[in-house]
């Protein structure tokens, strides 16, 4: 039996049946209920809250019960068993990489991890103290002009070259952001190491000859990296596609993404929980802190997200990251404020009936704190492996024969039909 809606308009009687397919409607089916010849019905929802916009196969997501997949696999598995580039083969690919696929794919993308040395010339004549994401997004777009061969998407082999550039240049991208802000000189990616060693080395390396990456740090970094791979349709994601939508190559489409995770909403809520953190300054002041949350005075960063509505699969795993990060660099001192605050959350009733759970950011940003990462630079170790995800969004987008030039409808709610005056009489 085939599912269908009826719909009634209580405004002229008539009856509809509209197609139910996988639990949604075709807002296009709407348009034929019409009054007479006003235009056909549409929605208004604002943030699309509850809109599908598009078919993916990437990632799901299940917020009520804590379930985050990439492409069908665990998150947990992927993170506990993986590397970043396995993860990011799969989102790509569809599939995890066997051995002899995932050599060929580490040694391609090592091939690109160098710049073009205009965009490093460029890097370094921003302003001393330019944020490493607006230098990350403006580096991204001109890139277009180094390779405009970006927008031959239609060519397979065009387009992978494109994804194994953005992929191995960012970490590099990043990593020169950072130095040219902390007036160090840039080094260079080297051959002999794996991505997340490499980033490492280009950030950190000062007067080492042979720098030395503590193997925990680089694992925990490997399990950010994987757990920040892809969120589903997320304002970023939908940012690159909406991009993406009017043909565009992906440099443009993924500095449009930087540009959306770049927004405090967005990306850098781990930010807003170290500033909280801050402001509570011990675990004695964590009640006081709680009571002005409840009252509306302050908001509990790090706890509750716009999909989940239970523990952010995420967050468990980080903070098993954030306990190993810790045996190196030693204990964030605001380590017991975080967890007096979870504790706090998980129990009381006012948290819990709003379904106010660690999200992933509560503990992150403790991590590259301890790593030693100023804040300005959170959101930039979310935009490196969030790449992986835009690209896999950006090549669905534009393979998929359904999709067209984003454009939605609005409620017009201003002026109509007014004469102008000529500029004498107006008063």
């Not at 020169?176 to 490492?200: E, M, S």
């Not at 390396?205 to 490997?222: F, K, S």
Request: aromatic share 10%; charged share 20%.
């Amino acid at each position: 039996m085939a599912e269908t809606l009826t719909i009634v308009d209580n405004r002229t009687g008539a009856t509809y049946e509209i197609p139910v397919t996988n639990n949604t409607i075709r807002a296009t089916d709407l348009k034929q209920v019409r009054v007479a010849d006003a235009p056909g019905l549409s929605t208004y929802d604002p943030g699309l809250v509850n809109t599908s916009s598009v078919k993916s196969a990437v990632t799901y997501i299940d917020g009520d019960a804590g379930i985050l997949e990439y492409r069908g696999y665990p998150i947990e598995q992927l993170a506990e068993q993986c590397t970043y580039l396995e993860v990011a083969y799969l989102l790509l690919h569809g599939e995890l990489p066997t051995q002899e696929q995932l050599t060929q794919w580490q040694t391609v993308i090592t091939k690109h991890t160098f710049l073009p040395e205009n965009i490093t010339e460029m890097v370094r004549h921003y302003r001393y103290d330019a944020h490493p994401m607006a230098v990350l997004m403006s580096a991204v777009a001109g890139m277009h002009t180094f390779y405009p061969d970006g927008r031959e998407y239609q060519d397979e082999e065009t387009r992978w070259r494109q994804i194994h550039r953005l992929i191995a240049k960012m970490p590099t991208l990043a990593a020169f952001a950072y130095r040219k802000g902390h007036g160090l000189p840039l080094v260079y990616p080297r051959d002999d190491r794996n991505y997340v060693q490499n980033f490492l080395t280009m950030l950190f390396q000062v007067g080492e000859p042979h720098y030395e990456v503590d193997p925990r740090l680089e694992r925990a970094l490997e399990v950010l990296f994987i757990l920040h791979a892809d969120h589903e349709q997320n304002c970023s994601a939908n940012a690159v596609r909406a991009v993406a939508s009017s043909g565009n190559d992906p440099y443009t489409s993924v500095s449009a993404g930087i540009g959306a995770l770049f927004g405090p909403l967005h990306g850098a809520a781990n930010q807003a929980v170290m500033e909280g953190l801050n402001r509570i300054g011990s675990v004695a002041n964590v009640p006081g802190y709680i009571a002005k949350v409840k009252a509306g005075e302050e908001r509990l960063m790090g706890f509750g997200h716009r999909v989940y509505k239970n523990y952010d699969p995420r967050a468990r795993i980080i903070k098993k990251a954030a306990e190993e990060v810790f045996e190196v660099t030693g204990v964030n001192p605001k380590l017991q404020i975080a967890l007096e605050l979870e504790k706090i959350a998980l129990e009381d009733d006012y948290f819990v009936s709003r379904k106010l759970y660690p999200n992933v950011d509560f503990y992150s940003g403790l991590i590259y704190e301890a790593l030693g990462f100023p804040p300005e630079m959170y959101t930039v170790l979310f935009a490196i492996p969030r790449t992986s995800g835009w690209l896999a969004q950006w090549q669905e987008q534009m393979t998929d024969p359904e999709q067209k030039i984003v454009r939605p409808k609005q409620i017009y709610t201003g002026h109509r039909g007014r004469d102008v005056v000529p500029l004498a009489e107006r008063g």
